[in-house]
């Protein structure tokens, strides 16, 4: 299971951290990632980083803005967002890929991802 929080209402401009913490799966051997919903929208990529934290992906609305890392000890997955916008405002869904080693493009598909969270709602006011 994964467990996402850290959700909540900041101004334009803010931060943000969110957490995704697992269990019952080998968390160091799954890839990671962030996805998120907005309402009236399909669910879209936002960052993910491989099993062994070697590489990290980003969608190019966020990048430079957010930071995804690990902590494999812990079995954490972080999203760092910093320099929130408006349209960030979605829930936030961590999601684990399970077993196998995807081929980068593949972190960018939700359909690559065995294991989902319940979503933390992140709500950015103008």
């Known amino acids: 299971q994964l467990q996402a929080s850290g959700g909540g209402l900041v101004q334009a401009g803010g931060s943000l951290r969110l957490s995704c913490s697992a269990s019952?799966?080998?968390?160091?051997?799954?890839?990671m990632g962030w996805f998120r919903q907005a309402p009236g929208k399909e669910r879209e990529f936002v960052a993910a980083?491989?099993?062994?934290?070697?590489?990290?992906y980003y969608s190019d609305s966020v990048k430079g803005r957010f930071t995804i890392s690990r902590d494999n000890a812990n079995s954490r997955v972080y999203l760092q967002m910093n320099s929130l916008r408006p349209e960030d405002t979605a829930v936030y869904y961590c999601?684990?890929?399970?077993?196998?080693?995807?081929?980068?493009?593949?972190?960018?598909?939700?359909?690559?991802?065995?294991?989902w969270g319940q979503g933390t709602h992140v709500t950015v006011s103008s």
């Open positions: 999601a684990g890929v399970g077993m196998g080693n995807p081929i980068s493009s593949a972190y960018f598909r939700p359909t690559t991802y065995a294991y």
């Open positions: 019952g799966l080998t968390f160091s051997r799954n890839g």
């Open positions: 980083v491989r099993k062994g934290s070697s590489s990290t």
